[in-house]
Each structure stands twice: as C-alpha cells, then as structure tokens.
C-alpha cells in the first residue's frame, strides 16, 4: 500500500467518525498508524491535517481552533492537491453555521476547481453533493436545486469501478436525499406540498435501499424524511391536506427507532429525538381542541424524547442542541397559555352565593371572573361580557329563582355557546340547579337544556361539579390526565 493510500485510508476511518471508532483501543491504534504514517511517508502537511481531523473528531477539539488549523494549511504553498482539497472541504463543513454563506461557498468552489484541474471525478462529485445540502440548510433553493442537477452530472462522470465504490453509493444515497429536499422546500401551497412529499417519499425510499446494510446511514435517512415533513406541515400550518403524509411520520419514526436498538449511536438518538419530539408536539397541537388530555399527554412524551436531544447535543457542543430546546419553549408556551379563567354568570341578587365559589376557586389557583371585580367605570358591559367569555375555560350558570331577571341572560348563553362550538372540550358550559324558596329547582333556560346541568344542594355539592368539569386540574395550568 503506497503512502497516498495510506493516507486515504485513515481519513475514511477518522471521518466514518461514529460510535465504533470511539472505543479507546480503536483510537489508540489510529494514533499509532497516524504517528507510523507521519515517519515512513514523510506526510509532514498531511499529517498535520490528520491530526486537525482526528482531534476535531475524537478529542473534543473546537470548531475555530480546527477551522483555524485548516486555513494555516490551505494557505501553505507547498501542499499536495488531495491534501488542499480535503482541507478546503472540511474546512467548509465545518463553518457552516458560523460564517457567511459566501465565505462557506468560496471554500467549496476552490476545492471543486482543485478536483477537476486534477481529473478527480470523484473528488468533485464529493463536493458537489455536500455543497448542495450546505445550499439547502442556509435556504438558498434555488442554488441547492442546480448544485444537485450538476451533481446528477459529475455523477454521470464517475467510472464503473468508482460507481461500485462504498463511498459513491453513500453520495448517491445522499445526493437522491437532496433531491427530495428541494422537492419539499420547493412546494408553495398545501396541496403541492402533499404531492411533493408523495414523489419525496418514493424518492427517499431509493436513497434508503442504497445504504440498506449501513445502520447508521440508513437511521438518519428514515429520520431525515420525516423531518423535512414535518417542517412542510408546520409550514403550512397542520393543513388536512397533509394529515395523510403527517400520518405516515409515525410508522417511519417507529421503524428507525427499532433500528437504533440495534444501532448504538448517541448522535442518531439525538437527531431521532429533536425530530420526533417536533413531531410530537404538533400532533398535541391538531389534536389539542377535540382531545386536550390526549395532547397534554403527547407533549409530555416530548419533552422527554427533546431534552435527551439536548443533553447529547450540548455534550459535543453541536448546534443542532438549539432546535430541541425550541421545542421545549413551544411546549412551555402552549401549557402556559391554556386559560384557567372561569366566567360566573349569575344573578346580582345571588352576588353573596356566588362570592362564596369565586373566593374558594381564587384558593385553587383558578381565576374566577366576576363583573363587579373584573368591569371597569366605562366599561361596556356587553364587550366586557364577551372578551371574559374568550378568555376563559369555562362558564358556569347559577339558576337560582332571580336567573330569569338577568337582562344579559341569552347574550352570556349565546357566546358561551360560540366559544363551546369554537373550542369544543377545551370550554366547558356548566351549569348548576338551584333549589327555590318553595323547594323545587330553579328553571333551566331552552339555551342551556342541550347541555348537562347538575342539582346542587349544598356549597361543596357545586363546587365538586364545577372541579370535576373545569377542563383543567386546579394549581398550575396541567390538562387532566
């Protein structure tokens, strides 16, 4: 083996970079065969480079300070083709997120020039496919979309013995993955986006069979796809024209998840996890006016699946650890945002009665609203009715015997109705009977009698309806489980 395939052959396995290359004997033999690579061949930049590489991978080693090694290297004059061209496309890999897309692309370009002054097909298709996925992160379309289609080319290029290559089908793979992508991304309306997710699918299942035998390939593809559909539906703001592709996230999700039993890989878990608890949480979200428990109970699951994403991704200092908390932000917002107001209507005759339930709810942590506190001087009242209405999570009726009196008696019933119909179990309408002073209970309106009402005798009677119905548990704002 001559020193330029020896080279080769330790940048494949210290760029393979996953779990199987961290076993400490494994790293020990890589420095040994780096250190004998060093002496015998002489690879005085090479080895340098290398080094750069291996510690960016293995030990810990920041982005600026290899960054910073790679420009020390590119800007050498005395240094081999194949070495530039590596630094140079490391280099634009790495500072991806950190510089300027201009800046990223003019690394690339001096790469792909290096490879085909030098004949070296592969090399450029290399480029090509990894530049296009840089395209597609920074949001520049419409360039991802011709550096794939001149991908397609370089490809086009590639000799038999190269396209039989391991590492030619993984860019294929890759370079199919992109195409997809675009295709997504691309898509202006709900209705495009679910034929173009139909073509994406059929086109990532193409990339998936390519790396069918490499676990860690072919988990992060599964779990690519479903990303880029769920970015589509956020997008698109939960459109029924998506529910079908959205659906299709769980079977796909659940399927990568039994390859990483099998695949022990810390990073393909946190990239599974910032993904599928997204994915989670807009679920909760679809659901949450038709099934609020079921939707606490999703984001709950999500929290879980994104802060195990964080705490992976902050622990090698990856940037990718800032979608994750996002995610836990949104959740946090929603729970926050779920209203424990509680609107009483009632009789000002029942004002003593019903000060009694405000004072006892104000206890549990509820927001009672109640005209005589929450009304200003100047208010008016049929707009302050209306908003206290939206603002709450539910509505209770005292019919007493003075009920029948209230001059805003159909208008109170006629929003809470719209906000029921509006918001389904997230607002509830109760309503509580009232014995009159002959003993026999008070008279339920024709509005109210499509609804459950209770026949309360006591205090603690309606107060245990009104707890039992609140859509959400007294204390903090938590949806009943």
């Not at 001559?2 to 290359?21: K, V």
């Not at 984001?299 to 090698?316: G, H, L, M, P, T």
């Not at 929603?334 to 509680?342: G, Y």
């Not at 009694?356 to 008016?380: R, V």
Request: glycine share 4%.
């Amino acid at each position: 083996m001559d020193c330029y395939e020896r080279y080769r052959r330790l940048y494949r396995r210290i760029d393979a970079g996953t779990s199987r290359f961290r076993v400490a004997a494994t790293t020990t033999r890589l420095r040994q065969n780096m250190a004998r690579y060093r002496s015998e061949c002489r690879g005085g930049v090479s080895s340098d480079f290398l080094e750069a590489f291996f510690n960016l991978k293995f030990e810990s080693a920041g982005v600026q300070e290899t960054a910073s090694a790679m420009r020390v290297i590119t800007a050498r004059k005395r240094v081999a083709p194949f070495v530039k061209l590596d630094a140079l496309y490391l280099l634009a890999r790495i500072t991806l997120h950190v510089e300027s897309l201009v800046d990223n692309e003019s690394y690339r370009q001096r790469a792909l020039d290096i490879a085909e002054q030098q004949g070296w097909n592969l090399s450029a298709f290399r480029v090509l496919v990894n530049w296009a996925f840089a395209l597609i992160e920074s949001g520049a379309l419409d360039k991802a979309e011709n550096k794939v289609k001149e991908a397609e080319a370089a490809l086009n290029k590639l000799t038999k013995s190269e396209l039989r290559l391991q590492e030619t089908i993984f860019l294929r793979s890759r370079l199919l993955a992109h195409k997809a992508k675009c295709l997504i991304l691309g898509a202006r309306t709900p209705n495009s986006a679910a034929e173009a997710i139909y073509k994406a699918t059929q086109i990532y299942n193409e990339a998936i069979k390519l790396v069918q035998q490499n676990d860690h390939l072919r988990v992060n593809q599964q779990i690519e796809i479903c990303e880029y559909i769920v970015k589509s539906y956020e997008q698109f703001h939960l459109p029924p024209e998506l529910e079908s592709a959205f659906g299709q996230v769980e079977l796909t999700m659940s399927e990568a998840q039994r390859s990483l039993d099998a695949h022990n890989c810390n990073n393909c878990r946190a990239y599974f996890g910032e993904v599928y608890s997204r994915y989670l949480f807009l679920k909760g979200k679809h659901i949450l006016s038709s099934s609020p428990k079921a939707a606490e109970e999703l984001w709950d699951k999500a929290i879980i699946y994104a802060n195990e994403s964080v705490a992976v991704f902050e622990s090698v200092g990856h940037i990718e650890a800032e979608l994750p908390k996002q995610t836990l932000i949104d959740i946090a917002s929603e729970k926050a945002n779920r209203p424990k107001k509680v609107f009483l209507s009632h009789s000002s005759k029942d004002k003593p009665l019903v000060r009694e339930f405000k004072s006892i709810l104000e206890t549990l942590h509820y927001e009672p609203w109640l005209d005589e506190h929450a009304l200003k001087a100047g208010d008016k009242l049929e707009r302050g009715l209306h908003t206290a209405m939206q603002d709450s999570c539910a509505v209770v009726f005292f019919l007493t015997e003075n009920f029948r009196d209230i001059k805003y008696l159909e208008t109170e019933v006629d929003y809470a109705i719209t906000e029921k119909r509006r918001r389904g179990n997230m607002f509830q309408i109760i309503t509580l009977v009232f014995k009159n002073s002959d003993g026999k209970p008070a008279d339920v309106p024709d509005l109210l009698q499509p609804y459950v009402y209770k026949h309360v005798d006591s205090l603690l009677e309606g107060l245990r309806h009104i707890i039992e119905s609140l859509p959400y548990e007294p204390g903090a704002p938590t949806l009943k489980k």
